[in-house]
């Protein structure tokens, strides 16, 4: 029986060199002179840091530049909101998001039953979906309609086994 599995994964190396990258033009460009503006990596958490609020949108523009770059999607990140820092300065969170919620997971499930595609059944085994079908043309007739149907996660499709 042909099967997949629908994940929701991100290169931690292209985040780490976006980061990298990012922290290196901010220390280069002018218009960020002296306002000491930041961009640290933790385990699954992005940190800005700036002056103001302004330009710690900026910075979060030259993280997302450095991230598309990179070929990875801006639908990990998760913006939390903009703290009051020491000295007057801002500061920021952005949550990288990998794995596929409970909430995501039924939401991709009511998607499939919706497609009414014959013998297709989904599984959520931890933070995957794994989906299975009685016909090949059936699970590519469901990738085809997950990949044009927005459910705010990256989604890739991996595993796939006749």
Do not use: C
């Not at 933790?42 to 609020?53: P, Q, R």
């Not at 998607?111 to 090949?136: D, Y």
Request: net charge neutral; no cysteine; glycine share 6%.
């Amino acid at each position: 029986m042909p099967t997949f599995d629908v994940v929701s994964e991100v290169d931690m190396q292209e985040v780490r060199n976006a980061v990298d990258q990012a922290r290196r033009e901010l220390t280069t460009r002018f218009d960020f002179k002296g306002t000491d503006s930041t961009v640290d990596l933790t385990d699954n958490d992005i940190e800005l840091h700036s002056a103001s609020e302004e330009r710690l949108k900026a910075v979060a523009q030259v993280l997302e530049e450095k991230l598309v770059r990179r070929k990875v999607s801006l639908k990990v990140l998760s913006y939390g909101k903009v703290e009051e820092a020491t000295k007057g300065t801002a500061r920021q969170k952005a949550t990288l998001t990998v794995g596929i919620s409970d909430d995501k997971a039924r939401e991709i499930g009511k998607f499939l039953k919706g497609l009414s595609l014959k013998g297709v059944q989904h599984q959520v085994q931890g933070e995957q979906l794994r989906v299975t079908g009685k016909k090949r043309d059936d699970l590519q007739a469901a990738i085809a309609a997950m990949r044009e149907h927005d459910f705010g996660i990256p989604l890739q499709f991996t595993n796939f086994r006749d």
